[in-house]
Antibody, heavy 119, light 109 residues
Framework: EVQLVQSGPEVKKPGESLKISCKGS????????IGWVRQKTGKGLEWMGT????????RYSPSFQGQVTISVDTSSNSAFLHLRNLKASDTAIYYC????????????WGQGTLVTVSS | SYVLTQPPSVSVAPGQTANITCDGE??????VHWYQHKPGQAPVLVVY???ERPSGIPERFSGSNSGSTATLTITWVEGGDEADYYC????????????FGGGTTLTVL
């Protein structure tokens, strides 16, 4: 069974940094892309970027380019989303999701990680 | 950038058919994917490539795409279908990007 398990909820202060993890299992991790999607409270889904674990090829949404970093560690079958200089407006649920190729649908999703940024 | 427009809400009685639309310029030439998202849960892919169903998705869920409108159709709607539904395409200029519609809340009366 394909599973994507994300790290737990986080509470951070403005200006702090954060790394969210997404561990894949039940499939060959290096052969599928991983994408990251943000959902602010009461809002829709926003694509942040995707990474191919096989060679770390990374694509960012122009809206998030330079604001976040996506990385991967194939030894642990995990992808990561690095958020830095956090603001209250970064408060959201962050999802990872799997894609078969760079431009196919997200066929499996993680459970989401709630990030709360508050002073 | 490419824009997908969905109605904010759709309401339907149990047992009836729900049609959720997604509009975009020349959308018919793109592959449209649909996700069901219930509160507190991960989104679920219910239709991909306009009309294909992933394994495990009931036949009650179907999709179509022509012209500038894609439609997700849910027949024999049940209370458990109440959720937000998002359409999604890939915009592929030199730099492929994901585009989501704004989402439609399906309410089962």
């Amino acid at each position: 069974e394909v599973q994507l398990v994300q790290s737990g909820p986080e509470v951070k202060k403005p200006g702090e940094s954060l790394k969210i993890s997404c561990k894949g299992s039940g499939y060959t991790f290096s052969r599928y892309w991983i994408g990251w999607v943000r959902q602010k409270t009461g809002k829709g889904l926003e694509w942040m970027g995707t990474i191919y674990p096989g060679d770390s090829d990374t694509r960012y949404s122009p809206s998030f380019q330079g604001q976040v970093t996506i990385s991967v560690d194939t030894s642990s079958n995990s992808a990561f989303l690095h958020l830095r200089n956090l603001k209250a407006s970064d408060t959201a649920i962050y999802y990872c999701a799997r894609l078969r190729t760079a431009t196919t649908p997200f066929d499996h999703w993680g459970q989401g990680t709630l990030v709360t940024v508050s002073s | 950038s490419y824009v997908l427009t969905q109605p904010p809400s759709v309401s339907v009685a149990p047992g009836q058919t729900a049609n959720i639309t997604c509009d975009g310029e020349n959308l018919g030439i793109r592959g449209v994917h649909w996700y069901q998202h219930k509160p507190g849960q991960a989104p679920v892919l219910v239709v991909y490539d306009d009309s294909e169903r992933p394994s495990g998705i009931p036949e009650r869920f179907s999709g179509s795409n022509s012209g500038s409108t894609a439609t997700l159709t849910i027949t024999w709607v049940e209370g458990g279908d109440e959720a937000d539904y998002y359409c999604q395409v890939w915009e592929t200029p030199s730099h492929p990007s994901v585009v989501f519609g704004g989402g439609t809340t399906l309410t089962v009366l």
